[in-house]
């Protein structure tokens, strides 16, 4: 029975392959190391889990005649968002707290309707561990560019705090003007994309750096506690 044979010169093309490949290969990352990539990773994995824009808004929502009076936050944002459709309002009768106690008083109630149920959203607690909380978002942010990151003195170099750049997906309601006026902070995260710096916190752990907001919570609280 013959044996098969392998060519002088395939194994010399293989050899070579593998030479090549090996002068290739990217190095392996350092995800402890405080540099572009590392941050990048970092903003990357926290845009992803927590870069939702959201208004801080838990529905219903009730404004009382006084709060309509003093021209409240929700009482000149909450029919912007009845104009657009967002939510519905109707008269009923909710409770205020008073130094007597819980008084019932008249109120304006404001619920979602099912084109502002889109964008509603229940999250986990970033500061209350395995509780959950629900929020109306606007937006979503991904990473434009990792700017720069300050590493204060005196804290061993576990701490930094990063600066971005950023790109948007916003619902296309927000550009209405009446959207704009009376909710500025939003308008002014939508209209920087690109070009306006966000600054976001981040510990050296055992996994690589790892923004604040994604940490335990009582990790999270010694990590904010610290950079003050």
């Not at 995800?31 to 990539?37: F, G, P, R, T, Y």
């Not at 106690?101 to 979602?112: K, Y």
């Not at 606007?138 to 804290?155: C, N, Y």
Request: proline share 6%; glycine share 6%.
């Amino acid at each position: 029975m013959s044996k098969l044979r392998t060519p002088r010169s395939s194994v010399l093309l293989s050899a070579a392959v593998l030479i090549l490949s090996a002068c290739h290969a990217k190095p392996k990352v350092d995800l402890k190391a405080a540099n572009q990539d590392t941050f990048t990773r970092g903003m990357v994995a926290y845009l992803a889990a927590r870069g939702e824009l959201c208004l801080g808004k838990e529905f219903p929502i009730d404004v009382t005649e006084r709060e309509d009076q003093l021209r409240s936050r929700n009482a000149v944002q909450m029919p912007a968002l009845e104009h657009l459709g967002l939510v519905s309002s109707s008269q009923t009768v909710g409770q205020i707290t008073t130094e007597d106690g819980p008084l019932a008083v008249p109120v304006t109630r404001f619920e979602l309707t099912d084109s502002g149920r889109q964008y509603y959203r229940t999250r986990p607690s970033a500061a209350e561990g395995d509780k959950t909380h629900s929020d109306l978002c606007v937006a979503q942010l991904s990473l434009d560019k990792v700017v720069s990151w300050e590493m204060p003195s005196g804290k061993d170099g576990t701490s930094a705090t990063v600066s971005y750049t950023y790109h948007v997906q916003a619902a296309p309601w927000t550009s209405v003007p009446e959207v704009k006026a009376v909710f500025p902070a939003v308008d002014r995260v939508v209209t920087g994309a690109g070009n306006a710096l966000l600054k976001e916190g981040f510990t050296l752990t055992n996994d690589g750096w790892v923004a604040n907001e994604l940490l335990p919570p009582a990790t999270a609280k010694l990590a904010q506690n610290g950079a003050r």
